[in-house]
């Protein structure tokens, strides 16, 4: 499966984004789905997941109640939606698809491919 996240940009703070993950090839229908940042200097962070079937949905807890994931396996696409942004989520925003399988999956060994990430700003 290869993934492309587009959506990303710049957004003052408390404002909204919605990123998206669409995926060509492969079988997206039966992995899971996450979202992952990275903030410069700092490590990788696990954001959310949703399963292939769209059920189970998994949040970071900085995230909780703020941003919601969704997916459109019609559209091969998954969703990030963003709200009350803070300044300090500026980071490059990447999906990654889960090994079959595999879930509920927070960590990014659990993760087979990964798009090249989307850039978000978030100005104070």
């Known amino acids: 499966v290869q993934l492309v996240e587009s959506g990303g940009g710049s957004v003052q703070a408390g404002g909204s984004l919605r990123l998206s993950c669409t995926a060509s090839?492969?079988?997206?229908?039966?992995?899971?789905v996450g979202w992952f940042r990275q903030a410069p200097g700092k490590d990788l962070e696990f954001v959310a997941g949703?399963?292939?079937?769209?059920?189970?949905?998994v949040y970071a807890d900085s995230v909780k109640r703020r941003f919601t994931i969704s997916r459109d396996n019609a559209k091969s696409t998954v969703y990030l939606e963003m709200n009350s942004r803070k300044s300090e989520e500026t980071a490059k925003y990447y999906c990654?698809?889960?090994?079959?399988?595999?879930?509920?999956?927070?960590?990014?060994?659990?993760?087979?491919?990964w798009g090249p990430g989307t850039q978000v700003t978030v100005s104070s």
């Open positions: 090839m492969g079988t997206f229908r039966s992995i899971g």
């Open positions: 949703v399963s292939w079937t769209g059920v189970s949905i």
């Open positions: 990654a698809g889960a090994f079959r399988g595999v879930w509920p999956a927070r960590g990014r060994l659990e993760y087979k491919c």
